[in-house]
């Protein structure tokens, strides 16, 4: 396919898209006991949303904090072996404090590791520590559930351009503390460039700050 052609296709892509919205709602995972499986996502403090058993049928659903989406399980809803689900993505926007909150909840969870590239498979793809510079989407902790189903940890501070439309919110109480903190550091600089005068304009900088994180575009200096 020749680049005026992928162009093309692109473009026509991008035309459609959000034309309906189709919201990722839930994410069935397989477990071979359930109530040993709400034991653990209740120990992580996830809201336990809906707990259904009818005959040999169960049907439990839970949603990570601040998530728009929710995973259920149980028994007879899918015939994937306990286990078998690998990747699943969870985004915090301070991976340090998301891995001690993990450990405080008594579960094994990793380092915080980055990778050395695209291809993480490879012997070696895990590097130790968190990314250079602690950039946005590139550090990350892992964990599983009692039946080895794998979650991954992003952290996530800046968004990139596109990514999120819409109004600036934050899912969390947790989320706005982070996003004021770094508001608050990238201030303090500002000021140190401008002199080290106090600004009095601090409310509207730290809302330019805040709105231009979330969206991903140029944040001020």
């Not at 600036?168 to 706005?176: C, F, K």
Request: glycine share 10%; charged share 20%; proline share 5%.
């Amino acid at each position: 396919m020749s680049p005026t052609a992928t162009r093309t296709k692109d473009a026509a892509a991008a035309a459609n898209v959000g034309t309906v919205d189709l919201k990722l709602e839930a994410i069935t995972i397989p477990v071979s006991d359930p109530d040993r499986a709400k034991e653990f996502y209740t120990r992580l403090g996830w809201r336990l949303d809906a707990d259904f058993r009818q005959g040999d049928a169960i049907a439990i659903q839970f949603t990570s904090p601040g998530s728009g989406c929710s995973i259920h399980f149980g028994k007879n809803l899918t015939t994937a072996a306990p286990g078998s689900v690998q990747g699943l993505w969870l985004v915090a926007s301070d991976i340090e404090a998301a891995r001690a909150d993990l450990l405080a909840r008594g579960v094994e969870v990793s380092e915080v590791f980055h990778w050395a590239g695209w291809n993480r498979i490879a012997p070696g793809a895990r590097v130790s520590g968190p990314a250079p510079g602690r950039q946005s989407y590139a550090s990350f902790v892992t964990f599983s559930d009692p039946d080895g189903n794998g979650w991954v940890v992003q952290e996530i501070t800046t968004r990139l351009p596109g990514r999120v439309a819409g109004d600036t919110t934050y899912a969390s109480v947790a989320d706005l503390v982070q996003a004021l903190k770094r508001a608050s550091e990238a201030h303090g600089e500002h000021e140190k460039r401008n002199g080290g005068v106090r600004d009095e304009n601090w409310p509207e900088w730290y809302a330019a700050y805040m709105v231009a994180e979330s969206a991903g575009t140029a944040l001020p200096t």
